[in-house]
């Protein structure tokens, strides 16, 4: 198994732009430069859910996250593209839990509203599904995306503040109407999928 997975991570394939489903991302934000990260520590307040932060250290494994399909679509293939206007789930890779919104209030910011981790192993509800949000076909690695909260209509914020113990420094992450360039991502370090072969292969860009 392990000689398998060391095989694909060799066979690396070059000059992919796509997004695609079952791929490991990082999300960095373009306003704040932070990316998109969760752990083990749940808010203090609100759902008492597990906590979503931003952090700007790019080598922290607690900011990858799975792409998987929409909770009530059909499962999507490795290396199938993300279609722009498609529903999509995020799964961060280190707990198992999807990335959620609902209508709790932010922890910081009152007027906006908070965003958690939630379920178990990919297993949650239709809080979890985001729409990708961008300017052409298909998610492209080049192309910023906004990512919007489908039970809720509003899009995945940083919005400025951030925490104190136990997380001093990490920003807070929510979700808001906000179309600022705080609602803005792209993936940066990421294990990234591609079909087009009977064996699917691997383009990593860490």
């Known amino acids: 198994m392990i000689l398998v997975f060391l095989s694909l991570i060799l ?3 070059s000059g992919t732009e796509l997004v695609t489903c079952t791929s490991m991302i990082k999300l960095q934000n373009l306003q704040r430069g932070v990316r998109l990260h969760s752990h083990g520590v749940k808010y203090g307040s609100g759902s008492g859910q ?3 932060t931003g952090v700007p250290d790019g080598d922290d494994v607690n900011s990858y996250w799975t792409i998987l399909s ?3 679509k059909p499962v999507c293939a490795r290396g199938d593209e993300i279609k722009c206007g498609g529903v999509i789930r995020l799964q961060h890779a280190q707990t198992g839990k999807n ?6 209030t932010a922890p910081i910011t009152n007027h906006m509203q ?4 939630f379920g178990e192993e990919g297993k949650g509800d239709a809080g979890d599904d985001w729409q990708v949000v961008c300017s052409t076909d298909v998610w492209l690695q080049s192309s910023p995306v ?5 039970a809720t209509s509003k899009y995945l914020s940083v919005s400025g503040a951030t925490f104190g113990h136990p997380i001093p420094g990490q920003y807070e992450i929510t979700a808001h109407t906000s179309l600022s360039d705080g609602s803005l991502w792209r993936p940066t ?3 990234m999928f591609v079909s087009g072969s009977d064996d699917n292969s691997l383009h990593d860009e860490l």
């Open 146 to 150: 906004r990512l919007k909260h489908l």
């Open 70 to 72: 929409g909770s009530t």
């Open 50 to 52: 597990q906590s979503v």
């Open 189 to 191: 370090e990421s294990i």
């Open 11 to 13: 066979e690396l394939v």
């Open 99 to 104: 990335l959620h919104s609902h209508l709790f």
């Open 114 to 117: 908070e965003v958690s981790a």
